[in-house]
């Protein structure tokens, strides 16, 4: 009889402390779930944060507009590229003496494929470059009609990479883009974007 009762208090015992441990588990669990969760929520929130930024910025960039001082400066100081756009409007890519050689070279491979749609003499080449004798630097090998202007006057010169827009009669722009700014957009905007915002006008 007393054996009987010490096996039962050993099994009584060894439940309890199997539950116990069991709970302690359970909890152990639960609160590292908590603790992924919230770590993921923070992840989560820090991408679409990231995106909604770059979605803004790049919109931004997208609408921006040239001043009414720099459409006269245009008009009065550099009339052999204006008399271009007064002919219909044009695809602009504007790229300053500090550009990436490499990143200027892929803009004009992608921009050469997109003349394979709407014609070279559609698309300008335009620098504040020139050579020792007062001509228009030309880079590359790709037929593009190059113009001198020192400056369009926008904020995104200043990184140093190709600038390509649209040039209406009027000078208004739109559609413009940095290349390497963001390339995951890079694909869509010459494939897509750029011809069709072109041709749609024309």
Known sequence: MNSTKVSLI????????????LLFVIKSEREVNYIDLQQAQ?????????????????????????TAKMKDEIRDRYSEFYDQIKLGEKIIIYFNDRVCGSCLL???????????????????????????NGQ??????????????????????????PIIF???????????????????YRFNYFSKTLPNSFEKNN
């Open 166 to 184: 649209i040039l209406d009669e009027a000078l208004n722009m739109r559609a413009l883009y940095v290349t390497e700014l963001f390339p995951d």
């Open 106 to 132: 892929k803009a004009f491979q992608d921009l050469d494929l997109v003349s394979e749609k709407i014609g070279k003499n559609n698309i300008l080449a335009v620098t504040n470059m020139r050579t020792k």
């Open 10 to 21: 050993l099994i009584i015992s060894t439940l309890f402390l199997v539950n116990i441990y």
């Open 136 to 161: 228009v630097m030309k880079s590359g090998d790709y037929d593009f009609q190059h113009y001198y202007v020192e400056t369009f006057g926008l904020s995104v010169e200043n990184y140093n990479q």
């Open 42 to 66: 923070t992840q989560q929130n820090s991408l679409d944060h990231e995106v909604s930024f770059q979605s803004k910025f790049i919109k931004n960039l997208y609408e921006s507009s040239l």
